[in-house]
C-alpha cells in the first residue's frame, strides 16, 4: 500500500528513511544555532545581559553598603538605577522622508521659452527621491539700441540788412551859427541901428542883399532898407549884437571905396529872390514847407535853412534845418522856385529842430545804382563813419550824388 498512513503488518520501512530523517534533523541543528546565535547579537538580549550583570553587582555592593548610613545608601542605590535607565529598550525613530517641491508656472511668472523637459518617469520610493534638476539660467538677450539720429541745429537765419541810408546829418552848436531872422544889427562903435528881416539870393543860392529894419524913435519911422551882404560881419557867440554893419576898410594907394547907402526894398534887382516865407517844394512839385529862418555861421556864410513842415492850420510846428548846399533856386515861367531834394520819406526821418538843443542838419541821400552799390558799401567799411543818420545809418564823407558841396 503505497501512500497514506503504516498499518499494521506493513513490513517497516526505517532502514529506507533513515538518512532523510539524519539530514532533517542536522538541518534543524543548524537553524536553532542560528536562531540562538541572532538571539544573542540581538541588542534586547544584549541588554538583558547586561541588566543581569548590573543586578548582581548591585546586590554585592549591598552587602558592603550595610555598614554605611541609610542615607547615602540610598543616594548609591538611586545613581545605580539611573545608570540602569539606558538598558531599556528605546522606540526606533520613523525615517526622515525628503519631499521636493516643484513652483507652479503661475508662481515663476512669464519667463522666455525653453527647452522642453524631458518625460515624466514613474516616482521612485521616498526613500531614494532624487531632487529636481537645477533649473538651466535664463539666457539674457541683450538687444543692441538702435543709434540715434543725429540732429542738426537749424542754421540760424542771417542777420537782416541794415536799413538804406535815406539822409545824412552833422551837428552843430549853437555858438556856431546864428539865426538871420530877427537879429540886431549895430554900427563899429555897437550902437544898435536896426534888426535883419530878410535875404536875397541869386540863381546859384549865394546871398546878395541883406533886408534891415532901420529903428526909428519909439518905433516912429521904422523902414526897411536892402544892403549889401558883404557889408556885414557876423559874429554867432557874441554877447551883443551877432551882426556888425562894416564901413569898406582903405587901401594905400587907392581912393576909398564909398559906404554903401541903403536901398529901398521896392527897388530889388529882378535877378534875386526873397527868401525868408518863402515856400519850397520837391522836384515833382509837392510842397516840402516855408523858409522861416537861416542859421549863419562866423564867416557870413549860410549854413542850413529852417524849414515849417507843418501846414498853415495845423497846431503843432515842426522845423527841420535842412542843408543849405542842397537848395536850388529855379526859374519857371519868368517866376523863382525853390527846390531841394527832399522826399516824404527822408522828411519823416529828419530830426526836430530846436533852439535849445544841438543843431542838427540833415541832407537827403540820393539812393546808388545798384551796380555800384556793392562799390559805395565797401568805400564806406574802409573809410570809416563820418556822421550818423537820423535813421541810425552812417553817413559818408563824401556829399550825396546831386548835391552842392558845403561852401
Not at 127 to 145: C, G, L, T, W
Not at 310 to 327: E, F, M, P, Q, Y
Request: glycine residues 6%.
Amino acid at each position: 500500500m503505497t501512500g497514506g498512513f503504516p498499518r499494521r503488518g506493513d513490513a517497516p520501512s526505517n532502514g529506507r528513511h533513515a538518512p532523510r530523517r539524519a539530514c532533517r534533523a542536522d538541518s534543524a541543528f543548524h537553524a536553532a544555532a542560528l536562531a540562538f546565535a541572532r538571539l544573542l547579537m540581538s541588542p534586547l538580549m544584549s541588554r538583558i545581559m547586561l541588566l543581569i550583570l548590573l543586578l548582581t553587582r548591585l546586590a554585592a555592593c549591598l552587602k558592603n553598603v550595610r555598614a554605611l548610613r541609610p542615607t547615602a545608601g540610598l543616594s548609591i542605590c538611586a545613581a545605580l538605577a539611573l545608570s540602569a535607565c539606558g538598558l531599556l529598550p528605546q522606540q526606533t525613530p520613523a525615517p526622515i522622508v525628503e519631499h521636493s517641491y516643484i513652483p507652479t508656472p503661475a508662481e515663476t511668472g512669464p519667463t522666455e521659452p525653453e527647452e522642453p523637459l524631458p518625460a515624466v518617469q514613474a516616482p521612485e520610493p521616498a526613500s531614494s527621491v532624487k531632487p529636481p534638476p537645477a533649473p538651466k539660467p535664463k539666457r539674457r538677450i541683450v538687444k543692441p539700441k538702435p543709434p540715434e539720429p543725429v540732429v542738426t541745429p537749424p542754421p540760424e537765419p542771417p542777420e537782416p540788412p541794415p536799413p538804406p541810408q535815406i539822409i545824412s546829418t552833422r551837428v552843430m552848436q549853437h555858438d556856431q551859427l546864428h539865426g538871420l531872422l530877427d537879429a540886431e544889427v549895430q554900427r563899429p562903435d555897437g550902437k544898435v541901428v536896426g534888426r535883419a528881416v530878410d535875404l536875397y539870393v541869386d540863381g546859384a543860392a549865394k546871398p546878395k542883399l541883406l533886408m534891415v529894419n532901420l529903428a526909428g524913435f519909439l518905433g516912429v519911422g521904422d523902414r526897411k532898407v536892402n544892403f549889401p551882404w558883404s557889408a556885414f560881419r557876423f559874429t554867432p557867440n557874441s554877447k551883443t549884437a551877432p551882426i556888425t554893419f562894416m564901413q569898406p576898410p582903405a587901401v594905400k594907394g587907392k581912393p576909398a571905396d564909398p559906404v554903401p547907402k541903403p536901398q529901398p526894398v521896392a527897388e530889388a534887382p529882378p535877378t534875386v529872390v526873397q527868401l525868408l516865407d518863402s515856400t519850397v517844394t520837391q522836384k515833382n512839385g509837392a510842397r516840402i514847407g516855408r523858409v522861416v529862418d537861416v542859421l549863419v555861421d562866423s564867416q557870413a556864410q549860410p549854413e542850413a535853412l529852417v524849414l515849417d513842415l507843418s501846414s498853415s492850420l495845423a497846431g503843432d510846428k515842426r522845423h527841420v534845418a535842412a542843408n543849405w548846399s542842397d537848395l536850388h533856386v529855379l526859374s519857371r515861367n519868368k517866376q523863382w522856385q525853390l527846390q531841394m531834394d527832399f522826399n516824404d520819406a527822408q522828411l519823416k526821418a529828419a530830426p526836430t529842430y530846436a533852439p535849445e538843443q544841438p543843431i542838427k542838419i540833415v541832407s537827403p541821400v540820393v539812393p546808388a545804382p545798384a551796380s555800384t552799390a556793392s562799390a559805395a558799401s565797401a568805400a564806406t567799411a574802409s573809410s570809416g563813419p563820418a556822421g550818423t543818420t537820423a535813421s541810425g545809418a552812417v553817413a559818408a564823407q563824401t556829399p550825396a550824388s546831386g548835391a552842392r558841396p558845403a561852401r
